[in-house]
């Protein structure tokens, strides 16, 4: 078996833009990557529109389709980018995803022809406020870290950890989405039932265990129809990129109220995802050989392939940084709370699709799904302050002498993540963040 | 305190309608009713269309706001409806569906001088087919029946059925809202994951223990921002109408995935809707006391009202009956597996409003509940087959000599409701039926 080769013109390294910005080193929006989010001139009365990064730019891509430009399958695909949300462009598939970069990567390139025309198609993101991205039809959130599950599991089951049904089934649930919001848009801390474990009635109020999940956000491109699953093999095609997406989780609404149908209240309050959606192609030069131990159950057959265990991994760094209120106050920079890897993941996004459809789930257009909380290897891994506080047990002291077991008002939640291997050129994410607001 | 009287002329018992078939007795759609579906044509290429059930008939709303005999809120309203789906509709208020109500009341009525031209607006229902009757953003399934959960949890803890958490939270989940289909669309049995308790490992195949789930569906009209909870006593403004649900369930996927985040495979193969929504007003007379037991908790503040205590209960007959293949071919009527009553739910929908908004979490217009399979409280209530066979354990043997568990290949589970008492015109909700197809 050879390993297939993703990589494209669009994906070499020596490539630089005319927008000057794409080319310093650490930018997130090098030539190479060109993510898509929807946008409008902040506080502005235009309507919410798509766009693609480049460097300290936005492509607006109404404007670019208007210029005619482009032709074939590149010029229809930014007739479906003509919206407010990427669900017409997603439900396209790869073929028109592929073209559409491609076409963008040559007239973004150096030396291309059409930099006078684009150049009025540019606004930068500074002066931006964005939106979601597409509209979300259903969304599912994972558990793909088994060093999130065993970390967790060992605070309620210290002898038994890991439920029996970890290692063989991509354990996933229905999550809220109706209140997925864009990155800055703050929220109210939840209020709800909760019980404290001596107490012999729950009370309500807001709630005392607020936390962040490090998560990433998996956007589901073309869709397949109830009945027909989408194959392990066939799953990539179906993926259309990823995001930064922070599910923020009440602990102590979700101890009460969890138990036997699984999180609610504890998790639709808010849930938050960055803004740009970098693609599955633009992703190519960063996925890895993924193994199963082989002292761990092999998987299934339904979500076993070569092509999976070739380039199943994403080797995807992700950091969360803290923000508090004494430290905006003091003009502090964020300081990191944890990095984690993608990479350490027990399912792939493949893996994921598969399982979600094999008894026949029909997946749409900006279908999202979480990867559940990535928490790494290494206790300073951990993606929630559950894990880095022990549950509670043991604060964290931050650099200005304040401590946090969980979240307090005013906290300000900051996740970023980055792909980079010697050889290519490092894409990023951007960022997600927004801060958690006293409840009323 | 009194009881707010919520009756107005259009539920006149009196009222008849020259669509004479509305006036037989035991229509499911009499003049007091006018539920509202979305239609067109059987196997035409119409597009689809929002009607208001009278008798065997369908009113056309576009057609009829076409005619424009309406004016004010009503003529608005109908506006609104002027679409495939009836989300536009929905989000506009109480205040537009009472006009629109009244209007169609009026229009309908025997003796009305719209007669001659609305009959232009008539389709036979015999002629036409169904969608669903709008999109649903979000889905979440209640778990509100205490005999259902009482005796679902008996199966496993027969010690300790009822979870603590049960008496004091309206225990939800997020569903899947992208497989949920209307009545009619027969589905094929689920392949998936199980593991036999005897079994070292899962194996993987199509469900042995398929199941219907015979619930109530309730529709959210108005809904409300993120961040602002809805409050019990303000929750009827908000609840659109109520629905026939099949929570199709593969109990042997359910029993292998479940924990620690509740059910997800098990559930999303397939959802199936009766397409007629009867709405909240419709339903008004038939709205009761509820009350909660002395020695059962009483309601923390946030899902306790006055109102709630007054007219929180809805009398709603319920009924589940198995066709099966054999049954089909003998040209025999299908059988009753059971009865119950939506009015022996332990939680109210009310309640279920407030306790889904009270973390913030916002809804949406043509978001939809459902309530939980309800089982009353005698054993032969049971609305599903994990019950009535005692978990597969007692087979129950149908009329004609065949035995069931849980469902084969063939069987077509149909769904019935109504609403009786003195005094009033019977509203029905007309049926949700599906069939279950062989896996692939």
Redesign the interface.
Known sequence: MTTPNLLNETHDPKLTSWVSSANIEHSDFPIQNLPFASFKRKGSSEEFRVGVAIGEQIVDLKALHALGLFTDDAQDALAACCKAQLNDFMAMGKRYWSALRLALSQALAQGSSMQADITSCLVAQSDVEYALPCQI??Y??F?TSIHHATSV?SKFRPDNPL???YK??P?????????I?VSGRD??R????T?APTAT??S?GPCKRLDYELEVGIFIGKGND??A?ISIDDADDHVFGVCLFNDWS?RD?QG???????????K???STISPWIVTSEALAPFREQWTREASD?QP???LESSHNRALGALNMQLQVLLETAAMRDAKQAPVQLSQSNFKDSYWTIAQMVA??T???????AG?MFGSGTQSGPNPEEAGSLLELSNAGAEPITLPNGETRTFLVDGDCVIMKAWCQKPGAVRIGFGEVNATVLAA?
């Not at 354990?171 to 209140?179: C, D, E």
């Not at 094999?358 to 749409?364: E, I, K, Q, T, Y």
């Open positions: 039809g259903d599912t959130d558990y599991g439920l029996p049904n063989w089934v354990i996933g649930y229905h999550g809220r989405a109706s209140s919001e929220f109210k939840p209020k709800g039932q019980k009635e729950p309500f109830l009945g699953p009440a609404i009460w109220e969890y138990q036997p149908l699984g999180p609610f209240l504890s639709s309050f808010a159950p299934l057959p339904y399982h979600h094999v008894n026949g789930c029909n997946l749409r279908d009323d």
